[in-house]
């Protein structure tokens, strides 16, 4: 597996790095390729993007992981206005695709939490058509503020969604999620990791499972790519 990085030049000005890992063997077109924003305490280089990097690139699946641009500036900041995020996340597509040809070939988009949130409002504003959406911990609300959901955009997405959550995670109450996909009719599945957090993260006293669960997580991305595009109305595209 290699990794490639480079820079991405903005629309609104500056740059953010790229980071492209493909597996051993590349298809250009056919192999699936998986756009990946980092969450709100992290950027791409963060030890939960970097594992799922490279178990998806082991699986034949091509990850492209970028930086929002508060993280590409020194010490601590908050990180940027949501349509900065979106902006930042359409000119990252528009450049990987000219390195891994997707669109028009196999194109996939998500992130963690926050980077998820981006990736569905950039869908739903119809600017990019992948072929579906991963989300690894959607932050369905805040913690402890179950009443207030952060749903507006997934109704418009109208693509697969695959949301892999963990049955602990505080930021999204697992049986509120079965229920807001259902009354939504949000095409796509769930996987869950039982007992994880945010982060997937198991108790001390599960540990033994750890590895299992995040290899069955990765597990569940690639069949999830596998059964979309194995449908005729699975073609992506960007507009400019």
Known sequence: ???????????????VTMAIDAPDVVNPGRTPVLVLAHGAGNDMRSAFLEHF???LASRGVTVVRFNFPY???????????MDVLVDTFHDVVLAQSKRTGS????????????????????????RVRPSGLVFLG????KAGAKETLRTDD???????MLFIQGTRDPLCDIELLRRVRKEM????????????????ALLKSQQSRQAAELSAAADAIVEFAQNVLAKPASKSDIRK
């Open 1 to 15: 597996m290699a990794e490639t990085c480079s820079t991405v030049t903005l629309s609104r000005g500056g740059s």
């Open 53 to 55: 990097a490279a178990a």
């Open 71 to 81: 993280k590409e500036r020194t010490g601590q900041r908050p990180p940027d206005r």
């Open 103 to 126: 669109p028009p070939g196999p194109l996939f988009l998500g992130g963690k939490s926050m980077g998820g949130r981006a990736a569905a409002a950039l869908v739903a504003a119809e």
């Open 138 to 141: 959607f932050p369905l609300h």
């Open 154 to 160: 997934l109704p418009r997405v109208k693509r697969p």
């Open 185 to 200: 009719k949000l095409p796509g599945t769930l996987h869950t990791i039982e007992g994880g957090d945010h982060s997937f």
